[in-house]
């Protein structure tokens, strides 16, 4: 780890792998999103924008995604319970008396992670979203197949008891360990290809060999972790690109060598850390990546998810600071998880 590196300050500084058995199950694509994502305010220059959820919001009204399921993220009374299972209490303790002191706002946990006055709702709704959806898929009724969390705050690097990088709940790592608690899930993946590794939901999950992260990303770069001899208990695949590299390394990537373990292990659910940061020109990113890659990415890892776990996905946003990739690079996936349900 390389905590004096900060995300803005690192500024200046292939074909589907496997066949379908069978889809069983299938259903409709579940968005879940909310007005209260804009009101995370973050200030005039930071990257990890209002504008972020606007530009998404205009991507995914096109008739293309007219079939989507469309369901405000909730607060929900179980979401703090929820929190505690990826995270200290005195971390939530924390993240809580901060948003409760209007006098002390903006407050700004390091030099990239801010608490605003709307930041608590639009954190317990992120929650409440990835709760949500992981109760749609896994529900056999539901007639929902898979889901996309449109949210903000993002959360793959916030750890245990730290909230960092734009992030302060682990999103992903608390849906996995919802899913686990509320619906007997025994083993849950969350695959990660956002350009920055998840070290929070690496840290969380290392230990647990029933619990898998699989995570693309630049290397080095923020937050320093993320080497491919990092393993937890057997349960950790990291597969670093380099500066520069577009989608024949990153796809290289996923097929030879992370599908091919999430498919060995088996999972009961599939949660997807959908970072498009690695799309070419984003700011903060430095790969080169094009809207196709994260089609290509999303229909292989629901071609494993058909083969193990009757197609179920939950896919929560994380980074994408160019807003006209991140438009089109989010569109892709979730197309690809229309096509998928």
């Known amino acids: 780890m390389t905590g004096h590196l900060t995300r803005r300050g690192l500024i200046a500084g292939a074909a589907c792998l496997l066949p379908v058995a069978g889809r069983a199950g299938g259903g409709g694509t579940l968005l879940l999103t909310h007005p209260a994502f804009a009101a995370h305010e973050t200030g005039p220059a930071h990257p990890e924008r209002p504008a972020r959820m606007r530009v998404l919001d205009e991507a995914l ?65 992120a929650v409440g979203a990835s709760l949500s959806a992981v109760d749609a898929v896994m529900e056999p009724g539901s007639g929902i197949a898979n889901a996309f969390c449109q949210v903000r705050p993002p959360g793959h690097h916030a750890e245990r008891a730290r909230a960092m990088g734009f992030c302060l709940f682990d999103t992903a790592a608390i849906a996995a360990l919802h899913a686990r608690a509320r619906h007997g899930a025994e083993r849950v993946a ?26 693309t990303h630049r290397m080095p770069w923020f937050p320093g972790t993320g080497s491919a001899s990092e393993r937890g208990a057997g349960n950790i695949w990291n597969a670093p690109l380099r500066a520069g590299d ?71 946003l994380e980074g994408g600071y160019r807003l006209d990739a991140l438009a089109a690079s989010a569109a892709a996936h979730v197309r690809a998880l229309i096509r998928a349900a």
């Open 61 to 125: 009204a096109g008739p293309d995604f007219a079939g989507l399921r469309r369901e405000a993220a909730p607060l929900r009374a179980d979401a703090e319970a929820a929190i505690r299972l990826a995270h200290d209490p005195a971390h939530l303790d924390r993240i809580r008396s901060l948003a409760a002191d209007p006098g002390g706002l903006p407050a700004r946990i390091d030099a990239d992670t801010v608490v605003s006055a709307g930041t608590w709702e639009a954190a317990l709704r």
């Open 246 to 316: 577009d989608g024949g390394p990153f796809r290289e990537a996923w097929t030879r060598h992370l599908l091919p373990a999430l498919d060995a292990f088996r999972p009961d659910l599939i949660v997807v850390s959908a970072g498009f940061d690695a799309h070419e020109g984003d700011p903060l990113g430095g790969l080169r990546l094009q809207a196709a890659d994260f089609d290509e990415v999303t229909r292989a890892i629901a071609e494993v998810a058909h083969r193990r776990c009757r197609g179920r996905i939950v896919s929560v």
């Open 190 to 215: 969350v695959v990660d290809f956002d350009v920055h590794h998840g070290n929070g939901t690496q840290s969380i999950f290392w230990p647990d060999p029933n619990l898998f992260y699989a995570s």
